[in-house]
């Protein structure tokens, strides 16, 4: 079992940057990649529900990033923390959403579907 602990979200301004962090408590294994997503208020197309934001492998340096916030954010981990981190700068209104981690056993994706585990999600609201 998994368990995702998110935070660090909370309102700022356009403009401003904003880290998240993601503690990752796993029991038996560790996770193949962590993956950072984020969820807009009302209904969203089919395979649209959640926005690939980043992912790195637990053991590797490999990271991608999607096209909204490639070149303002940047994804990380502490491994003695089992933390993974999500710097996000240059905000801007339309970045308003709740931001989510997960856990992929197998995939190293920014396919939504291939994560197993997920947290409680952090707000972040950003006015302009």
């Known amino acids: 079992q998994v368990q995702l602990v998110e935070s660090g979200g909370g309102s700022v301004q356009a403009g401003d940057s904003l880290t998240l962090s993601c503690v990752v408590l796993?029991?038996?294994?560790?996770?193949?990649?962590v993956g950072w997503f984020r969820q807009f208020p009302g209904s969203q197309p089919p395979g649209k529900e959640r926005e690939f934001l980043a992912a790195l492998k637990w053991n590797g340096d490999d990271t991608k990033y999607g096209n909204s916030v490639k070149g303002r954010s940047t994804i990380s981990r502490h491994n003695a923390k089992n933390t993974v981190y999500l710097q996000m700068n240059r905000l801007r209104p339309e970045d308003t959403a709740v931001y989510y981690c997960?856990?992929?056993?197998?995939?190293?994706?920014?396919?939504?579907?291939?994560?197993?585990?997920w947290g409680q999600g952090t707000q972040v609201t950003v006015s302009s």
């Open positions: 997960a856990t992929s056993e197998h995939y190293f994706t920014d396919y939504f579907e291939a994560y197993e585990f």
């Open positions: 796993a029991d038996t294994f560790s996770p193949y990649a």
